[in-house]
Nanobody, 124 residues
């Protein structure tokens, strides 16, 4: 059974850090482009970051550039999103998405396989 599970969310104070994990089971992430989206209440879903399958190139939304880092550990079949200097506006449900596309890039929302999401709340 193919499955991806996000973890690592929680409540953190402004300026704090969290590391989200996206773990795959039933398949290997080696050939997949992987990304993180987030959705806050009342807002549209937003692409946050992604990492390519072959050249490991990365993308970051302007809102998180310099604060978030995406990485992948193929041996552990897991992708991470390190989030530093968190702000209240980072509060959202964070979703991992994977897509096997055959070329490097970010996974496409309509074609990817989604996890269930993990809640991140930044508040004092």
């Amino acid at each position: 059974q193919l499955r991806i599970v996000e973890s690592g969310g929680g409540l953190v104070q402004p300026g704090g850090s969290l590391r989200l994990s996206c773990a795959a089971s039933g398949f290997t992430l080696d050939y997949y482009n992987i990304g993180w989206f987030r959705q806050a209440p009342g807002k549209e879903r937003e692409g946050v970051s992604c990492i390519s399958s072959s050249d490991y190139s990365t993308y970051y939304a302007d809102s998180v550039k310099g604060r978030f880092t995406i990485s992948r550990d193929n041996a552990k079949n897991t992708v991470y999103l390190q989030m530093n200097s968190l702000k209240p506006e980072d509060t959202a449900v964070y979703y991992c998405i994977v897509e096997r596309r055959g070329r490097p890039g970010c996974p496409r929302a309509d074609f990817g396989f989604w996890g269930q999401g993990t809640q991140v709340t930044v508040s004092s």
